[in-house]
C-alpha cells in the first residue's frame, strides 16, 4: 500500500470563501490516495488563522519529516501548486526532494507529470503564486500606509475607543465609559500624587472596572495607557507617530505632565514603601524588593507586605524576609527620637535649612542655564528642519517624524523649566514642614500613603541597609544631629 505526506494550506479567508477550505483540500487527497491505492500517513495543516512563524514551523515539519522518511514514501501531496509553497524558496525545498530524495510532487487538482515540460509548467504556477503573494503584500502596505496618512487606525482602536463602520469604512469612535475611565487614569496620575499601584487602588475605590470580565484594572495596562499618544490625537504606525482624525482624550499639559512623572523610567513591578532602591542588603549590598502575599482568612483575603533581597534564593543567601509592619516599627522608633522640645534648638535647625535652600538655588540656576541652552538650541533645528522641507531636501515622512521629535523634546525642556522654578520652593517647603511636624511624624507615617512615606524617608534618610531583620539607616544631616540628640551634657555651659 502507498504512503503519502499531504499538506493542505489557506492564507486568507477569501479563499476559504471561494472554495479552497481545509476541509474541501483534506477530502481531494485524501480521495487522490484512495484512488492511487496508499494512504495519507501524515497531513499537515496550516489555517488562514496561523502565523507566519507558525507557518513556516510546519514547512519545515513537513521537509524533515520526509527527509527522514524518504525510504518509505511514495509522494507529496498538495491540492494546488500554489497550496504547496508561499514562496520560490519553498517551492525549490520541494524540488530538492524530488530530485534528490525521489519523493515525487504531486498536485491533485493540476496534475504534471514528472518531465522537463512538466516541471517547466509547475515552476510557472508557483511563479505565479510567489508574484501574487508578493503584490498582495505591496498593496496591503500601500493600503495602510494610505489610511494612516488619512488619520485612521490601521488596527484596533486602544481602550477608550471602539471601531465602527461608516459609509464602507472602518473608523473609531469614543467608547464613553472607558474614554472616561482613561481621563481619570490621566487626571489622577497628573494632579493627586499617584504612583501606579495607588492609582490602581483608588479606581478600585471609585467603583471603576477595566472591563467587565476583569474588574480591577492590570497595573501594566494602566502603564500603557499613561504613554500611550493615541489619547492626544496621533496614530502609531511603523515605530513612528502621525496626526489622527479621532478625538483625543488628553489635552496637551496633561500629556506632557504625565510623561515628565514617568521620567522615562522602566516599568517595575513592585512599587512598594521599601522596594526600589530605597533599602540594601546588609549582606550582599543588592537592593531589597518587595512582594504582596494574600492569605484567606474568614473575614476574607488579607494582603501582607514582605520584604527581602533580591538575590535571596541564591545558595549561601541568608533567607530572612521581614514584614513591612516591623520595618513600619523601626521607622517610627527613629522618628521618636526625634523630637525637639527646645525653641532655639528649633532655630537653629531652621537656619540649617535655609543655608542649604541657598546652595540648592545656585545649583538651580546652573539647571536653567542649560535648559534654556537647549530650548534655544530646539527652536533653530526646528526652524532649520522647516527650511528643509520647503525646499525639498527631505521628504514628508522624515519631517513628519523629525517634526514629532522636536516638538516632544521642546516640551519636555519647558516642562522641566516649570518644574524647576517651583522644585525648588516646594522641596523647601516641604523640608521645613518635615521639621515643623517633627513632633508628630509617628500620626503622618501612619495616615500616609506609599508615595508619601517614600518622600520621607528620601527627605530623612540619606542611605539604608537591612541587617538581618533590623534596619540601619544612614541619617541625612541636619536629621541626623536631630535623631542623636542636640543637646550635650558635656557642652560648654550646657548649650548646643
Known amino acids: 500500500m502507498k504512503q503519502f505526506v499531504a499538506l493542505a494550506r489557506v492564507s486568507s479567508r477569501e479563499q476559504e470563501r471561494e472554495g479552497f477550505s481545509l476541509e474541501v483540500q483534506e477530502d481531494a487527497l485524501k480521495r487522490y490516495a484512495t484512488q492511487a491505492g496508499g494512504e495519507i500517513v501524515k497531513l499537515y495543516r496550516i489555517a488562514e488563522t496561523a502565523s507566519k512563524g507558525d507557518e513556516r514551523k510546519t514547512f519545515r515539519e513537513l521537509v524533515n519529516y520526509a527527509k527522514k522518511n524518504a525510504g518509505i514514501l511514495d509522494g507529496l501531496l498538495f491540492y494546488k501548486v500554489d497550496r504547496a509553497a508561499r514562496n520560490l524558496f519553498d517551492y525549490v525545498e520541494l524540488e530538492r526532494l524530488e530530485s534528490e530524495y525521489d519523493l515525487p510532487f504531486i498536485s491533485v487538482s ?129 515605530g513612528e507617530w502621525y496626526p489622527g482624525k479621532h478625538e483625543p482624550l488628553i489635552d496637551r499639559a496633561t500629556w506632557n505632565r504625565v510623561q515628565a512623572l514617568l521620567g522615562g523610567h522602566v516599568y517595575q513591578s513592585h512599587a512598594l514603601t521599601y522596594a526600589g532602591d530605597i533599602i540594601q542588603c546588609g549582606h550582599c549590598g543588592h537592593p531589597i524588593t518587595g512582594e504582596q502575599k494574600t492569605k484567606k482568612t474568614k473575614a476574607g483575603e488579607r494582603f501582607y507586605n514582605y520584604y527581602r533581597c533580591t538575590y535571596y534564593n541564591v545558595a549561601g543567601h541568608p533567607r530572612t524576609r521581614v514584614t513591612e509592619a516591623d520595618l513600619d516599627g523601626q521607622v517610627l522608633a527613629v522618628f521618636d527620637k526625634m523630637r525637639i522640645e527646645d525653641e532655639g534648638v528649633r532655630d537653629w535647625f531652621r537656619m540649617v535649612l535655609a543655608s542649604q535652600t541657598r546652595d540648592a538655588q545656585a545649583d538651580s540656576r546652573a539647571q536653567r542655564a542649560e535648559l534654556t541652552r537647549q530650548e534655544s538650541l530646539l527652536v533653530q533645528q526646528q526652524d532649520r528642519l522647516l527650511n528643509m522641507r520647503l525646499s525639498e531636501d527631505i521628504d514628508q515622512e522624515t519631517f513628519a517624524r523629525k517634526h514629532t521629535e522636536f516638538r516632544d523634546r521642546l516640551s519636555s525642556v519647558k516642562l522641566q523649566l516649570d518644574v524647576l522654578d517651583r522644585s525648588h520652593d516646594e522641596m523647601a517647603e516641604l523640608a521645613s514642614k518635615v521639621f515643623e511636624l517633627s513632633q508628630t511624624l509617628r500620626q503622618q507615617w501612619l495616615t500616609a500613603d506609599y508615595a508619601a512615606k517614600r518622600r520621607i524617608l528620601e527627605i530623612v534618610f540619606l542611605n539604608c541597609r537591612l541587617e538581618d531583620a533590623s534596619l540601619v539607616p544612614t541619617m541625612r544631616k541636619p536629621f541626623d544631629v536631630v535623631a542623636e540628640g542636640l543637646i550635650s551634657q558635656q557642652s560648654r555651659d550646657g548649650g548646643i
Open 110 to 238: 493540476q496534475p504534471t507529470e514528472n518531465t522537463p515540460a512538466g516541471r517547466m509548467m509547475r515552476r510557472t504556477l508557483a511563479n505565479m503564486a510567489s508574484f501574487y503573494t508578493e503584490q498582495q503584500s505591496v498593496d496591503v502596505r500601500e493600503g495602510l500606509s494610505r489610511r494612516v496618512q488619512e488619520g485612521w487606525f490601521v488596527n484596533r482602536g486602544p481602550y477608550g475607543y471602539r471601531n465602527i463602520r461608516k459609509d464602507g469604512r472602518g473608523m473609531v469612535e469614543i467608547d464613553p465609559i472607558p474614554a472616561d475611565n482613561v481621563r481619570r487614569i490621566f487626571h489622577l496620575f497628573a494632579w493627586d500624587h499617584h504612583t501606579l499601584d495607588t492609582l490602581v487602588e483608588k479606581l478600585t475605590a471609585e467603583g471603576r472596572q477595566f472591563r467587565p470580565s476583569m474588574p480591577k484594572f492590570p497595573r501594566s495596562s494602566v502603564h500603557n495607557i499613561l504613554k500611550d499618544r493615541a489619547y492626544i490625537g496621533e496614530i502609531e504606525f511603523r
